[in-house]
C-alpha cells in the first residue's frame, strides 16, 4: 500500500511564505510525476506545479515567480516553497504522483494539507 502524507500548510499574513512537503511510503517499485494541486472552496481541484522523474518543472501561471516545487529523490519526497502568498491562494493542497507497486501503476493523492492566506 502507499500512503501520500502533507505537512506543511497553516495560516499566514499575505505576503508570507510557507513550505509544503509530501512524502510518499509504502511498497513503492518508481515514481514518476509528482505534484501539487489545490482546491479552494466551491471551485475545481487545478495544478499547481509538477515535477517529472528526471527534474523538469512545470508551473500554473499563478504560481510563476513565486512558487518553487523540488524533488528529494531519496526520501521520495517533494516540497513546494511558496512565496509572496495572496489570499486568493488558500485552499486545501493535495500532493500527486504517479507510482508503480507490485499491483501495477497508479496515480496516488495525499489527504491535503489547509493553506490559509489572511490578516
Known amino acids: 500500500q502507499v500512503q501520500l502524507v502533507e505537512s506543511g500548510g497553516g495560516l499566514v499574513q499575505p505576503g508570507g511564505s510557507l513550505r509544503l512537503s509530501c512524502a510518499a511510503s509504502?511498497?513503492?517499485?518508481?515514481?514518476?510525476?509528482m505534484g501539487w494541486y489545490r482546491q479552494a472552496p466551491g471551485k475545481q481541484r487545478e495544478l499547481v506545479a509538477t515535477i517529472t522523474r528526471g527534474g523538469s518543472t512545470n508551473y500554473a501561471d499563478s504560481a510563476k515567480g513565486r512558487f518553487t516545487i523540488s524533488r528529494d529523490y531519496a526520501k521520495n519526497t517533494i516540497y513546494l516553497q511558496m512565496n509572496s502568498l495572496k489570499p486568493e491562494d488558500t485552499a486545501v493542497y493535495y500532493c500527486?504522483?504517479?507510482?508503480?507497486?507490485?499491483?501495477?501503476?497508479?496515480?496516488?493523492w495525499g489527504q491535503g494539507t489547509q493553506v490559509t492566506v489572511s490578516s
Open positions: 500527486n504522483a504517479d507510482i508503480t507497486t507490485m499491483r501495477g501503476r497508479s496515480d496516488y
Open positions: 509504502g511498497s513503492i517499485g518508481s515514481i514518476y510525476d
